[in-house]
Structure formats: structure tokens, C-alpha cells
């Protein structure tokens, strides 16, 4: 077998689409303020700075986070920051549902990272990654809390994955 060298990182493959929408959603926002307010008249160079920065604050709140993994590894990068952790010495694993969904992944090293479960069900490849750490984290004993809920996660992206592939042959 040839090495082939350094694992590339998985990432989240619907990122780009999220982002171009919040960009796009963002624009647009901008030009029809801009156009309402040059019709009305009242278009002055302090009032555009207001729209631009309204424009860049739409952007922003609309920016989905970016999810990446590598081995042993799990982060999230937001417009401000980027949190790791290594899934490879987990401790604790909560998922937090209701209107917006999350979990929240601590290891040994203290840091703590949010994500969004459907990010992890709708990319395998992420899923893998998390789930390959996971159970090393297992087999140390370092992850003592949130087996559970890993596990209920992985049967319901499991079970996606069979109805979308039995969905896709024609069988349901």
C-alpha cells in the first residue's frame, strides 16, 4: 500500500450554499435600503454608512458556522473565532434540544465547542471523524458523560441515511 500522504480534513459541504445565501440575503438588503433611500431623497453619506453596516450585521448573523474535523480533532470556526477540540479525549458530551438544537462537546484540555446535530447528519464524512474520536475517547475512559446521547445521535443519522438510500433505489 502507498502512504499518500497528510488526511485531508473533512468539512461541511453545504457551507459554501449557507454562506453565498447569507451574502446574497445581505447584498440585497443593502441595495433596497440604498435604492428606497435615494428615491425618498434622504440618501446622505451618514445614512449609507448606516446601511452598510446594517447590510454587514445581516451578513453576519445570517454566516453559518463552519464545521470541520480531522483525526481526533472536531472544530468550529465563526466569524470571530475558532474552537477545537480533540474528540480523541472527550469528557463530557450534552445535546440541548428545542428551537435550536445543539451540542456541546468538553475534553480533557477544558475547551469547550457548540455544534449544530444536523451539520454532523448531513455530512458523513464529519460524522465519521466524531464518532472515530469518540470511541477512542471510550477506550481511554476519558469520556464519562454523553455516551448516550452520541450513540441515540448516531442511530438517528444512521436511520436517515438508510430511508434516503432506500428512497433514492425506489424501494420506499
Not at 99 to 118: M, Y
Amino acid at each position: 500500500m502507498r502512504w499518500s500522504g497528510p488526511v485531508e480534513p473533512a468539512g461541511d459541504r453545504h457551507w459554501r450554499g449557507s454562506a453565498w445565501f447569507a451574502v446574497s440575503c445581505a447584498v440585497v438588503f443593502g441595495g433596497l435600503a440604498f435604492l428606497v433611500d435615494w428615491d425618498a431623497g434622504s440618501l446622505t453619506a451618514p445614512r449609507a454608512l448606516l446601511w452598510v453596516t446594517l447590510s454587514v450585521a445581516v451578513c453576519t448573523v445570517l454566516l453559518p458556522h463552519r464545521v470541520s474535523a480531522g483525526p481526533g480533532w472536531i472544530a468550529v470556526r465563526t466569524p470571530w473565532r475558532r474552537r477545537v477540540v480533540r474528540t480523541d479525549t472527550l469528557t463530557a458530551v450534552r445535546q440541548y434540544d428545542g428551537v435550536s438544537s445543539h451540542l456541546i462537546l468538553r475534553d480533557i484540555h477544558g475547551h469547550r465547542l457548540e455544534l449544530d446535530p444536523r451539520v454532523l447528519a448531513a455530512n458523513p464524512l464529519l460524522w465519521h471523524a466524531l464518532d472515530t474520536g469518540v470511541r477512542r475517547s471510550l477506550e481511554r475512559g476519558t469520556l464519562r458523560h454523553g455516551a448516550d446521547v452520541l450513540e441515540r445521535l448516531g442511530r438517528r443519522i444512521d436511520d436517515e441515511a438508510m430511508r434516503a438510500v432506500l428512497r433514492a433505489s425506489g424501494l420506499s
